[in-house]
């Protein structure tokens, strides 16, 4: 497991940067969030339910995995959802792919406008 996407507890580290992830054979908990449901709600839930059962929980939220242990506060979840979503938005805007489509939609809006002149 990459420690990149584990969330930051409260003083800063990863979640698991002291431990070694591939040592550890533990299946989380999985969460799925339901139709609706915030970031804010569904971070809270499974961070209850990490505190409840003293076990971690996961789950996806918009492509995003998110891992909550017994200790993890709602807050610092949201705060990982939010950098990893912004962090994926400026991968994409930077790859060649949205370049490419960035252009092809500036010649159509550049075609639209000489045919109305």
């Given at each position: 497991?990459?420690?990149?996407?584990?969330?930051?507890?409260?003083?800063?580290?990863?979640?698991?940067?002291?431990?070694?992830?591939?040592?550890?054979?533990?299946?989380?908990?999985?969460?799925?969030?339901?139709?609706?449901?915030?970031?804010?709600?569904?971070?809270?839930?499974?961070?209850?339910?990490?505190?409840?059962?003293?076990?971690?929980?996961?789950?996806?939220?918009?492509?995003?995995?998110?891992?909550?242990?017994?200790?993890?506060?709602?807050?610092?979840?949201?705060?990982?959802?939010y950098?990893?979503?912004?962090?994926?938005?400026?991968?994409?805007?930077?790859?060649?792919?949205?370049?490419?489509?960035?252009?092809?939609?500036e010649?159509?809006?550049?075609?639209?406008?000489?045919?109305?002149?």
């Amino acid at each position: 497991m990459n420690n990149q996407y584990l969330p930051k507890i409260e003083d800063g580290s990863a979640a698991a940067s002291n431990m070694n992830m591939n040592d550890i054979d533990i299946t989380p908990i999985r969460y799925e969030s339901l139709c609706g449901d915030s970031i804010f709600d569904a971070c809270e839930t499974i961070c209850n339910l990490a505190k409840k059962e003293n076990y971690i929980v996961d789950m996806k939220f918009n492509d995003i995995n998110i891992c909550a242990y017994p200790h993890t506060t709602p807050a610092s979840l949201v705060e990982f959802y939010y950098e990893e979503s912004e962090r994926r938005r400026e991968e994409y805007i930077n790859s060649p792919e949205y370049i490419e489509q960035e252009a092809i939609e500036e010649a159509k809006l550049s075609k639209q406008q000489e045919d109305r002149d």
